[in-house]
């Protein structure tokens, strides 16, 4: 065990994964479990993908460096999220359909372009992520992402809080509602960039999502669900990056995921709000709806 | 008694819908008002264009002394998400939003606040429980608690009553008479011609392209309510019965 951490170690892009990674944790954590609470886990997903062809053309005309991944990335991203905002305003589509219309074109012109080009990127690494591509530039992007994102949620917490639990309240306490909402998509964004290069387009909303459900079994308040989502976050990433260092095929994406996959199903079967207890107490008559209790009285 | 708020020559409704038109009211400190009506007929928009969530078609409100910085407000709960991880205590902390803004805690006054609240509402002992586990009315009361600590002269209540048992029902319509007897004016919702309307002083009747308002007896009359869609015919008449019948209670 010990050897082989040693030896893992000993590769300096093993340290920086390992170094990018938990940074990583703490950034995604807590968006990660905005989106499970605000119910945009699916939408999260979507926007992963919809910020390809960002990615795709910065790549394909800025060469793969940070500075075109993030301009080209927040451009996508934010374009689609104001047009999905704007569809569901103006037309008959809901907000999640016109978000799948869009993240899907996306996708599709993101795929064609990086084809088209014969991209020297293999599209594996592009789509799951690699731990070998975890260069200075990148560190500093993780960096800067968490950073952004903490002091953003220093801000950010107690609207999110507000907003998410009582979205009708909080309108009528703040002047401008949409500020929250459209400020954490940002930081959905950028969070989503800051995972690419060691989880791909694909997998960048894993390491978000899965933490976040399988600490929702666990944690009955806001700050347990962000201190469990971070520690299983963690827990995935260096587990999953030794997995893809002790099997050099699998990309870095897929195997964190699954890592995080496990924690879920764990947490679904052993959680105090998954299998292993239901959800609310059916003691009381008055819950329960009244053809049951009518049943009942008659059977007797 | 002041107004709180006067609505003059109002119109409420959508673009192709209007759902009343040229409503001039009051609303008084002190006083209670039931907004009742069918379905449809605007009584939950009407309490959006109060919180101004909603402007009117035409006409305006005036606030004599000023739009008060805080209204309370309580949604139909159906628009709540129960699921959400927080306990009984920090939802009613969210009452003094505008006190605490969104970056500090409750300071010490607030606190004590909070606790008197929670225990005027009946849910001090349950205040470290998440809200998956309440009962319906057990989250109805961390709602009040959470309305008593916004402290707000103007409180609006959509359908507070509608997933609560009776006894419930009675402590939370105590709360609304102490908030008139503090000078407070009330805004309430109701959907049946229940017996929260004994607690209510004046009444403004939606329906059929009306708003009726004045003293509840005189607009809940069987006539007004027949011809503003709320009962029928027949109904009105067993309602507003001289003598009610006698009734044979089979006990379980």
């Not at chain 2, 470290?128 to 009361?141: A, E």
Request: glycine share 8%; proline share 4%; with cysteine.
């Amino acid at each position: 065990m010990f050897d082989l951490f040693a030896e893992m170690w000993g590769f300096a892009f093993m340290r920086r994964a390992f170094v990018a990674t938990t940074v990583l944790s703490a950034s995604v954590a807590p968006v990660g479990a905005f989106l499970v609470l605000r119910r945009l886990s699916l939408a999260g997903e979507a926007m992963a993908h919809a910020i390809t062809p960002g990615i795709v053309i910065g790549f394909v005309t800025a060469g793969l460096s940070v500075m075109s991944l993030l301009v080209g990335g927040l451009i996508a991203g934010v374009g689609v999220a104001l047009l999905t905002a704007f569809l569901a305003r103006r037309t008959i589509l809901r907000s999640d359909a016109s978000l799948a219309s869009l993240y899907l074109i996306a996708l599709a012109v993101g795929i064609f372009i990086l084809s088209a080009a014969g991209s020297a990127v293999p599209l594996k690494s592009f789509l799951f992520g690699s731990i070998l591509g975890i260069d200075d530039a990148s560190m500093l992007l993780v960096g800067g992402v968490a950073t952004v994102t903490l002091v953003a949620f220093a801000f950010l917490l107690r609207p999110l809080i507000v907003s998410t639990c009582d979205p009708i309240f909080f309108e009528t306490q703040t002047r401008r509602p949409w500020l929250v909402d459209q400020g954490f998509m940002l930081l959905l964004v950028l969070n989503l960039l800051a995972a690419f290069k060691t989880l791909g387009t694909l997998m960048a909303v894993g390491l978000m999502i899965l933490p976040a459900t399988a600490a929702r079994y666990w944690a009955s308040t806001i700050t347990a669900q962000l201190v469990l989502g971070f520690l299983f976050a963690l827990a995935s990433c260096w587990i999953g990056l030794t997995l893809s260092y002790l099997f050099p095929e699998t990309p870095s994406g897929p195997a964190i995921v699954l890592v995080a996959g496990a924690f879920f199903l764990f947490s679904a079967i052993f959680g105090p709000l998954g299998f292993g207890r239901p959800l609310r107490k059916r003691s009381a008559a008055k819950d329960l709806p009244l053809t049951q209790i009518h049943q009942e009285e008659s059977a007797k | 008694m002041s107004a709180v708020l006067e609505l003059r020559n109002l119109s409420l409704g959508y673009r192709d819908l209007t759902l009343f038109s040229r409503l001039s009211m009051d609303i008084q400190a002190g006083s209670t008002l039931a907004v009742l009506g069918a379905n449809g007929s605007g009584k939950s928009t009407f309490v959006k264009m109060l919180l101004g969530l909603m402007d009117p078609l035409s006409g305006s409100l005036n606030w004599p002394k000023g739009r008060p910085a805080e209204i309370g407000y309580l949604a139909q709960m159906t628009e709540f998400d129960r699921r959400f991880p927080i306990r009984v205590r920090d939802l009613a902390a969210m009452g003094a939003w505008r006190g605490f803004g969104h970056r500090f805690g409750l300071d010490n006054a607030a606190r004590d606040r909070m606790v008197s609240a929670l225990d005027d509402a009946g849910v001090l002992d349950i205040a470290d429980r998440p809200l998956h586990m309440l009962s319906g009315g057990q989250l109805q009361r961390a709602l009040f608690a959470r309305v008593i600590m916004q402290d707000a002269p103007l409180i609006l209540l959509d359908e507070p009553f509608a997933a609560v048992d009776q006894s419930t029902e009675a402590h939370l319509l105590s709360i609304i008479r102490r908030w008139q007897d503090e000078g407070r004016a009330v805004v309430l919702v109701v959907h049946d011609l229940s017996s929260v309307l004994d607690h209510c002083s004046h009444a403004l009747l939606l329906g059929g392209r009306e708003a009726t308002h004045g003293p509840v007896n005189d607009v809940l009359t069987p006539d007004r309510l027949v011809a503003q869609g709320y009962l029928s015919e027949s109904q009105a008449a067993w309602m507003f019965r001289s003598t009610p019948p006698t009734a044979e209670t089979a006990h379980v």
